[in-house]
């Protein structure tokens, strides 16, 4: 006899969705121009996901099946949404799926590259970075607070940002054999 009632879904389930939320959340984001959309759309798959959950067979693969769900909400969720300009068309959305889920599922590979590249910055390079992303502060707000032109400072992001990203491909490189 199972330990799951209709309404509440076992362990493997709740583990599966927590454990695949940062993918889950990136397939979001990269489909929807408003990252508040992506959040209410994330939420709500979630939901569904919730509510489907005895649908899942914890045999199977979560991810295929979650992104299938996550589809689907973001195409009614971009139906509701045309009257608003900044809204993907629905088929749009559909052809950037395939390659949507194929990034998300490379995020946590990612992240654990970008770790490792971040460790090799300087730490005020680190700080810059983390002002502007994790901070939330503007580029302008940073240069007037280090005395620099915004243009200068908009100019070491982008080095940074090149640096960053092609230290995050070559770890990537070297672990595909």
Known sequence: MSNATPNVPDSRFIEALTRHQPVLAAFCHSQLANPADA???LQETNVKLWEKSA???PETSFLPWAYSVARFTILSHVRDRMRERLVFDSDVVELMGADCEAAASDLP???EALGRCLQKLDTTQRALLRDHYVGGRSVKEIASALGRTEGSMKMLM???RR???SCIDHNLKQACP
């Open 39 to 41: 959040r209410d759309v």
């Open 55 to 57: 649908a899942w067979d």
């Open 109 to 111: 590979v990612r992240q």
């Open 158 to 160: 982008m080095r940074l």
């Open 163 to 165: 640096q960053l990203g």
